[in-house]
C-alpha cells in the first residue's frame, strides 16, 4: 500500500512534522479518528521515526477478543491458567520489551483489563496469567480509538486514569474529506494511473474521468480510507465496462462517468453517495440507455435490442412502459 500521508494538505502536513518531533520523545502518544484514516500506518511511522526503531513493533487490536484472551495476548499466560492454555505464552508487553505497543481499538478493553493496563504503564511491570511473579518491561505505548473516550469516562466505560496516562500526546487523523479536493484528486489520479497502467500491460484502453464524474466524487463526504478509494476506482471501471459495453464498447473502453460513479450506490453498506434514490436513478439510466442504442441503431428495434442484451419484446414493453418516442 503507498504511502497515504503523502497529502497536499498542509495541516495534515503540520501534523505529520509535530508526530515526528513527538516520535523522538518516550511519551505515550493517543490517535484519534474515524475508521480507516490509518491510525495502525501512522502508528508504525511514528515507531520508524523513534529511538526505539531498531526494536519490535507489535499491535494488538484490543476490541476482537474476550478479557481473557486480550488480557493473555498483552501480558502472557502460563500453562494451565485457562482452558486452552496448553503451554506458557509471552504477552506482547513482553516480545515488544524495548520497543513499541500499538493497541488499536483501546476504548474497547474491559474495565478489568484497563487496570491491569494501568499498573504496566505506571511501574512497567507485568504480570502473565496463571502467575505469581511479576515481570519488568520497557515499551512506548500508542493506542488509538474511533470512539468519544471523554465520553465513555462520564458514561463509566473507561478509567480516567488510565486516559491521562496513554494521552501524553493527542493527534487527531483527519479523514479524507477533511484533507480536501486536491488530496482526493491527487489520489484517484494516481490509482487511476496504477489501473490503466496495468491495463497496457493486458492490452487494454486507458480510461479517463469525465468532467461530470468529478463534480459527483467531490459531493461524496469520503470518510478517510485510501483502500475504499482505491477499491472505489476499480468498482467504477467495472460498472463503465458492464454499463457501457453493449451501447458503446469504444466508450466502456475509455472513460469513466457520471452514472458510473452513481451505480456504486447499489453497493448497499459501503455507503457510497448516500441520499440517492437508487430504484429511480436506474430507471432513468434504463430509459437513457434504450434511447441512445435506438439512436445508434437509426431507431431499428432488433438491432437495439442485440445492443442492450434483450428481446425485441422485452424492448418493445420498456419503450411502452417509459413512453419514448421511437
Avoid at 520523545?25 to 474515524?34: C, K, P
Wanted: charged content about 30%; glycine content about 8%.
Amino acid at each position: 500500500m503507498e504511502d497515504e500521508f503523502i497529502t497536499l494538505n498542509n495541516n495534515l502536513k503540520e501534523l505529520i512534522e509535530f508526530a515526528k518531533i513527538a516520535a523522538k520523545t518516550d511519551y505515550n502518544i493517543l490517535l484519534l479518528g474515524e475508521t480507516g484514516v490509518g491510525k495502525g500506518r501512522f502508528a508504525e511511522r511514528i515507531h520508524k521515526e523513534s529511538n526505539r526503531a531498531g526494536m519490535e513493533f507489535k499491535t494488538v487490536n484490543c476490541g476482537a477478543l474476550t478479557q481473557t484472551l486480550i488480557e493473555s495476548q498483552l501480558f502472557g499466560h502460563k500453562k494451565g491458567s485457562f482452558t486452552d492454555a496448553k503451554s506458557d505464552y509471552k504477552g506482547v508487553f513482553e516480545t515488544a520489551d524495548g520497543g513499541t505497543l500499538f493497541l488499536d481499538e483501546v476504548g474497547e478493553l474491559p474495565l478489568g483489563t484497563q487496570q491491569k493496563l494501568l499498573r504496566a504503564i505506571q511501574y512497567g511491570m507485568i504480570q502473565p496469567l496463571g502467575s505469581e511473579n511479576e515481570k519488568k518491561v520497557n515499551v512506548r505505548l500508542i493506542c488509538a480509538t474511533n470512539r468519544d473516550i471523554l465520553q465513555e469516562i462520564k458514561e463509566g466505560k473507561f478509567r480516567m486514569d488510565l486516559y491521562y496516562r496513554i494521552s501524553t500526546v493527542k493527534i487527531k487523523l483527519p479523514s479524507l474529506r477533511e484533507r480536501g479536493y486536491d488530496d482526493i484528486k491527487y489520489w484517484i489520479e494516481k490509482f487511476l494511473q496504477e489501473e490503466n497502467n496495468e491495463a497496457k500491460k493486458n492490452g487494454l484502453k486507458e480510461k479517463e474521468i469525465l468532467e461530470n464524474a468529478w463534480d459527483v466524487i467531490f459531493k461524496y463526504e469520503w470518510p478517510g480510507n485510501l483502500r475504499e478509494l482505491k477499491n472505489f476506482i476499480k468498482r467504477a471501471i467495472l460498472w463503465a465496462n458492464y454499463y457501457k459495453k453493449e451501447i458503446d464498447k469504444d466508450l466502456a473502453d475509455k472513460v469513466i462517468s457520471e452514472e458510473d460513479f452513481y451505480l456504486l450506490q447499489s453497493e448497499g453498506t459501503s455507503g457510497y453517495f448516500t441520499g440517492i434514490n437508487l430504484r429511480e436513478l436506474l430507471k432513468e439510466l434504463e430509459r437513457e440507455f434504450i434511447e441512445k442504442a435506438l439512436f445508434i441503431s437509426g431507431k431499428n428495434q432488433v438491432k437495439a435490442a442485440k445492443y442492450l442484451g434483450i428481446t425485441q419484446q422485452n424492448l418493445s414493453n420498456k419503450i411502452k412502459k417509459y413512453k419514448i418516442n421511437k
